[in-house]
């Protein structure tokens, strides 16, 4: 894998497609045995999520739905701290399981926000489904539930993962070269 430039930075190869698709399918697994009884709707959270999303919800063969969210934190590569939803939930979702599909928990503002808006719905429960979790920049006590792989803080591109609007196609990974 080569490196790759985006705009004004630099990102080296960090996480292979087959990594990735590997620890997906244990995701997919886990939520499969977890929620066959549920009925869960799956709360996908655009952008960044849309290929993660694809690949997890390819592999749960339980009965489900799946609804869409924009949601935006981050400005370059720093959260900003505050979220704004731009595209409103529409389903009916009082009294069931939903299962938030996010990319990557950083500081967990976004997440945060969700299980405020989830709350205020009556949902029965909030599940949590991130492919990338960053444990040392994570400020909240929200459990994510099921985690592809956790990485160090730091920033990373490519897999739906944006850098100003760039590297969102890749298959693979990449981190911010230093
Ligand atoms: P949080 O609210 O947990 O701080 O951030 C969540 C959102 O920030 C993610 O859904 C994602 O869009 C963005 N984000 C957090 N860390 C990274 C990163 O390393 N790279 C990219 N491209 N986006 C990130």
Do not use: W
Request: net charge negative.
């Amino acid at each position: 894998m080569q490196r790759v430039i985006l705009k004004d930075k630099t990102f080296v190869p960090y996480i292979t497609s087959d990594k990735i698709l590997e620890s997906v399918k244990h995701m997919a697994q886990k939520i499969n045995l977890d929620l066959e009884k549920e009925m869960p709707l799956f709360l996908v959270i655009l952008n960044g999520s849309f290929m993660f999303a694809a690949d997890l919800l390819k592999e749960v063969t339980i009965p489900c739905e799946i609804s869409f969210i924009k949601l935006a934190s981050y400005h370059g590569t720093s959260s900003t701290g505050t979220v704004t939803e731009m595209i409103g939930l529409t389903e009916e979702i009082k009294g069931r399981t939903v299962v938030v599909v996010e990319d990557i928990v950083d500081t967990g503002v976004t997440l945060e926000k969700l299980a405020i808006l989830l709350a205020k719905k009556e949902v029965k429960q909030m599940k949590v489904a991130s492919f990338l979790l960053k444990p040392d920049a994570y400020k909240k006590s929200i459990v994510v539930d099921y985690v592809g792989m956790e990485i160090p803080n730091a920033f990373v591109v490519g897999y739906g993962l944006d850098y100003d609007g760039l590297g969102r196609n890749m298959k693979d990974i990449f981190v911010l070269d230093k």
